[in-house]
């Protein structure tokens, strides 16, 4: 058998959750004697396929002119490689794979599977919070989710004409242009939700079989996949025995292991960080800061460049994470959306680190059956800093942490795909 795996960007140089993800559940298919490769579509330039660890990368540019350019390009890597069928782990459009080729692997009958990492498929917002504040069912409407978008806009009293004039060009298959392209946006709103929503349809559609690897959201999905498509396959532990190398000091080594985005809550972590007086804590952030052009990340290096306890090191690769976790003593993940099942808390878990989160569906699923963990209610700065400051006086000195020994393993993970794959090529 052999699987082609698609997504956005791929290790060594993104380290993200989703690609060491691919990665172990491609070491431990390996195992298994399945052949992989990964197709890796990004605005990015790799020129050439190239190997990382074993693993075939094979570039598919997006700098490719045309739809049937980059089909015929696929057609050639499909008729070179001869998967038996393709796993899905990404889809961002512009830059990376979207439904058109999924709509291309299923013309020429090659199966899909496609794994939903993240919430962004099915809520706009990334958060299922209604208006903001309101817990929400998760079942997307365009009606309902263009008003959710339009309160986070802040439009106020207009949110209802805005509303009825977004509705009124959809359905008359009109788009407002602007000079500003925020009003552009507000008034294409519903047309942008509808679109969106229409979007997870097609990818349901055109997937042979649907994985979601949280039950809250296994639970969502089943209002909207058909029942034969849809199968829950939770994220394991990974082999991970180290608990520290860490001499004990007079505080606490926390450590960010994430993108640099706004959506992860860096900024509030490091705020948070700052605002406590007479901080004796460690902060280490492993995350690539090369690319100061970036507004976000430059404003993140100049906030904390006059503070000694607040480093930045190198991000790592996932065989390196056993020995730099090994040097902390909390893992902090202040994310701002529902998280899916954040990969940093199952190897944190896996080496029974502390571990300090916010508060959203898809942390506390994993953190639920694990005592060593605090989840702050409030994802604000304040809340954070209480919380960073309750850890340390109420679990400081920490002491080396056991995991549970009927952990749920990522080989089973692994074992639940192959099973899958097997039972789709049958």
Same mark, same amino acid.
């Given at each position: 058998?052999? #699987? ?19 990665? =172990? ?26 190997? %990382?660890?074993?693993? =075939? ?6 700098? #490719?002119?045309?739809?049937?350019? =980059? ?32 709509e291309f692997f299923r013309k020429l009958n090659i199966p899909v599977v496609t794994t939903l990492h993240v919430l962004r498929y099915s809520c706009f917002m990334q958060d299922l919070r %209604?208006?903001? !504040? ?18 986070? *806009? ?13 509705? +009124? ?6 788009? /407002? ?31 042979? /079989? ?8 296994? &639970? ?33 080594? @926390? ?25 004796? !804590?460690?902060?280490?952030? +492993? ?8 507004? +976000? ?10 503070? $000694?306890?607040?480093?930045?090191? !190198? ?12 040097? @902390? ?12 099942? $954040? ?10 680190? +502390? ?5 959203? =569906? &898809?942390? *506390? ?8 963990? %605090? ?11 209480? /919380?960073m400051q309750h850890v340390h006086q109420n679990y400081f000195p920490l002491s080396d942490f056991t ?10 993970? /692994? ?12």
């Amino acid at each position: 058998m052999k #699987v082609g795996f698609l997504l956005s960007s791929f290790l060594p140089r993104h380290t993200g959750g989703t690609e060491i993800y691919v990665y =172990r559940l491609i070491c431990e298919l390996q195992k298994n004697n399945i052949s992989c490769f990964v197709l890796n579509s990004s605005a990015e330039e790799f020129a050439t396929t190239y190997i %990382y660890k074993g693993i =075939r990368i094979i570039p598919v540019p997006t700098s #490719v002119s045309g739809k049937e350019a =980059r089909f015929k390009l696929l057609e050639q890597i499909i008729s070179d490689e001869q998967p038996d069928l393709f796993h899905v782990h990404e889809l961002t459009a512009p830059d990376g794979f979207t439904v058109l080729d999924l709509e291309f692997f299923r013309k020429l009958n090659i199966p899909v599977v496609t794994t939903l990492h993240v919430l962004r498929y099915s809520c706009f917002m990334q958060d299922l919070r %209604y208006l903001g !504040n309101i817990e929400c069912d998760g079942l997307p409407d365009a009606l309902k989710c263009t008003k959710c978008f339009l309160t986070r *806009k802040k439009v106020g009293v207009f949110t209802q004409p805005v509303i009825l004039l977004s509705v +009124f060009l959809y359905n008359n298959n009109m788009r /407002a242009a602007f000079l500003s392209g925020k009003l552009s946006t507000m008034c294409n709103s519903y047309s942008i939700v509808f679109e969106h929503i229409q979007t997870l349809h097609k990818i349901i559609t055109l997937s042979n /079989a649907l994985v979601a690897i949280t039950k809250w959201y296994h &639970g969502i999905l089943q209002g909207i996949v058909p029942f034969n498509k849809l199968h829950l396959i939770q994220t394991g532990s990974f082999f991970m025995d180290v608990n520290s190398v860490r001499e004990k000091g007079d505080g606490l080594v @926390l450590g960010y292991l994430g993108r640099l985005t706004p959506d992860k809550g860096i900024d509030l972590l490091t705020d948070a960080f700052i605002s406590i007086k007479d901080n004796v !804590n460690q902060l280490k952030i +492993f995350a690539d800061i090369s690319n100061l052009e970036d507004s +976000f990340v430059l404003s993140l290096v100049n906030k904390t460049r006059f503070f $000694p306890n607040i480093h930045w090191c !190198n991000p790592f690769q996932p065989d390196e994470a056993q020995r730099e976790l090994a040097q @902390l003593d909390v893992v902090v993940v202040p994310t701002r959306i529902t998280e899916m099942s $954040p990969l940093v808390i199952h190897e944190a878990k896996a080496m029974g680190k +502390f571990i300090l989160a916010s508060n959203n =569906r &898809g942390n *506390k699923e994993i953190l639920e059956d694990y005592a060593n963990a %605090y989840i702050y209610e409030e994802n604000t700065i304040h809340s954070l800093s209480v /919380a960073m400051q309750h850890v340390h006086q109420n679990y400081f000195p920490l002491s080396d942490f056991t995991k549970r020994d009927d952990q749920h393993t990522f080989e089973e993970t /692994a074992g639940q795909y192959l099973s899958l794959y097997k039972n789709l090529l049958i």
